[in-house]
């Protein structure tokens, strides 16, 4: 699928695609992200609509709305919603249209910002974002772009905000690089050569991180242990690489300062809450959790269990498995309401035989279930028994014989 904007580089790699499509015997789709910022965005969309009927190319438009907070750029916001758009395309390729221009310039703004190693890497000729991620044309100029767009006798639309030198990119693009151009003739190739250097030390270091994170690197959460015992520049690399791993978003060198500092020297009982982007990090005995952020307000919960393998809850999902002499007696579930509900309060379990019962709170907090997770837990009914929780187990008196039949219930929690 190409990522279609309307603007000579995309046009022109939509020619050179259609050409090669007979030869090399691929299929052709075509994308265009409205980012409802210009008023004449819906124009451009039937252009490159009309412009995909002519080469008989399947064509999808989808439009992003973009939430500007203050102090953030909008041209981030849009490549961030793209991207999103991107990810969640049903096709092998994703193939963009950017070149050697574009790979300048980014390196510069990299530069200007004080961007580490993974920013001054540039953009990659292939990456993985759900389906592999290519750009053809990296290796082509723009002038040879237009230059073909010319010869082959191509149309294209101009994006207005292209010539607005109030973006950081169009200043660059327009005031500094022609002017670096003089002095410097090559520099595109130049700064390409030094982007994939920068891109093989970021390779390295994440291979660093790889060993660093053997043991310490568990899904979506990371032990503060690890973190305590490398140097500063290896635990910033290897808190880099874990949230590289999650999908966050990287932030700034100041801010992975402050959340080294947090997660490693707060006190042991500090509740550590730390917002980025659309994630969370929070703390719980001495382990990082990345979570993303819940927009959703969850209402009580009352669901009847009626033999199901799987049911899906506001905040994860329950699974069960049925096994000869484990988990709950489904003999004893048998022709009564099995619910799931959340905590209510007061709620007793009997997890060990010939034990007393123990209040519920007091059991969670010696099976190191996380506070945020506590009141989100589905907990297990059979009328007004409490017979299993996830993390801590089921009740004595409800659990499968040897030779009966039982259920064995495990919850994935999405906070």
């Known amino acids: ?122 953009m990659a000729d292939c990456r993985e974002q ?39 990119r169009n200043f660059l693009r327009h005031d500094v690089l022609p002017e670096l151009g003089k002095r410097f003739p090559a520099y595109r190739e130049t700064l390409a ?60 060198a100041v801010q992975l300062e402050n959340m080294l500092r947090q997660l490693t020297d707060a006190r042991p009982d500090a509740r550590i809450h730390i917002r980025q982007g659309e994630f969370e990090l929070r703390r719980y005995r001495d382990v990082v959790y990345a979570l993303r952020q819940q927009k959703q307000q969850y209402s009580e919960l009352s669901l009847s269990w009626q033999g199901e393998e799987e049911l899906l ?12 002499g484990e988990g709950i007696s489904l003999a004893l579930l048998s022709g009564k309401l099995v619910t799931l509900r959340y905590r209510r309060g007061g709620e007793r379990l009997r997890p060990v035989c010939g034990a007393p019962s123990r209040s519920l709170k007091n059991l969670l907090q010696e099976s190191a279930v996380p506070p945020w997770q506590r009141e989100r837990l589905p907990l297990v009914f059979c009328g007004d028994d409490l017979v299993f929780v996830p993390g801590v187990g089921g009740a004595c008196a409800y659990r499968a014989s040897r030779e009966e039949e039982g259920v064995l219930a495990k919850f994935t929690s999405f906070i």
């Open 313 to 324: 809850l506001p905040a994860g999902r329950m699974n069960f498995e049925r096994r000869r």
């Open 130 to 168: 759900g389906g592999a991620l290519i750009r053809p044309l990296l290796g082509a100029s723009r002038a040879v772009i237009v230059e073909y767009a010319g010869r082959a006798g191509l149309s294209w639309i101009e994006d207005e905000s292209n010539r607005d030198v109030a973006f950081d």
């Open 193 to 252: 050569r030094s982007a994939r250097h920068f891109a093989e030390t970021a390779g390295l270091l994440d291979d660093l991180a790889q060993i660093d994170a053997r043991d310490a690197i568990h899904e979506n959460r990371l032990e503060v242990a690890a973190l305590r015992q490398l140097s500063a520049a290896r635990a910033k690399n290897l808190l880099r690489y874990f949230f590289d791993k999650q999908g966050m978003r990287m932030p700034s």
């Open 1 to 122: 699928m190409l990522a279609l904007s309307g603007g000579v580089d995309s046009v022109v790699l939509l020619d050179i695609l259609a050409q090669l499509r007979p030869v090399l015997k691929f299929q052709l789709s075509a994308l265009y992200v409205n980012h409802q910022i210009s008023p004449n965005a819906p124009a451009w969309g039937r252009f490159c609509a009309d412009l995909c009927a002519r080469y008989e190319v399947p064509f999808t438009l989808e439009s992003v709305t973009l939430d500007q907070r203050s102090g953030e750029s909008l041209e981030a916001l849009a490549r961030e919603a793209r991207y999103r758009v991107f990810a969640r395309q049903d096709t092998d390729f994703m193939v963009l249209a950017q070149h050697l221009d574009d790979q300048a310039e980014t390196l510069l703004l990299q530069l200007l910002r004080g961007a580490g190693l993974k920013g001054l890497s540039g």
